[in-house]
Nanobody, 121 residues
């Protein structure tokens, strides 16, 4: 059974930093692209950043500069560092991973349960 477990969300003051973590669990998995998404009540879930298994990164234009994605493929873990937090960063952050459970199957996107980040001004 595939599970993505996130942690790191918190209530922080504006200007602070947070590091979100997401780890994939399950047996015999091939984990491809991993990513972080942001969702607020006003907006649909949108991409923050993604990272391939070889470390290539992509950021949403509005997220370049204060957000940093990284991963440890051996540990099947991805992180999202958020610096200089602003009130507009308040959201639920979801981790995603494209995972093959068999070599001959196409990858399926799995999601974590979400972690709440709240920034107070």
């Amino acid at each position: 059974q595939v599970q993505l477990v996130e942690s790191g969300g918190d209530l922080v003051q504006a200007g602070g930093s947070l590091r979100l973590s997401c780890t994939v669990s399950g047996s015999n998995l091939r984990v491809g692209v991993m990513g972080w998404y942001q969702q607020t009540p006003e907006k649909q879930r949108e991409l923050v950043a993604s990272i391939t298994s070889d470390g290539s990164t992509t950021y949403a234009d509005s997220k370049k500069g204060r957000f940093t994605i990284s991963r440890d493929s051996a540990k099947r873990t991805v992180w999202l560092q958020i610096d200089n937090l602003k009130s507009e960063d308040t959201a639920v952050y979801y981790c995603s991973a494209a995972i093959r459970t068999k070599d001959w199957l196409p990858p399926t996107t799995y999601w974590g349960q979400g972690t709440q980040v709240t920034v107070s001004s």
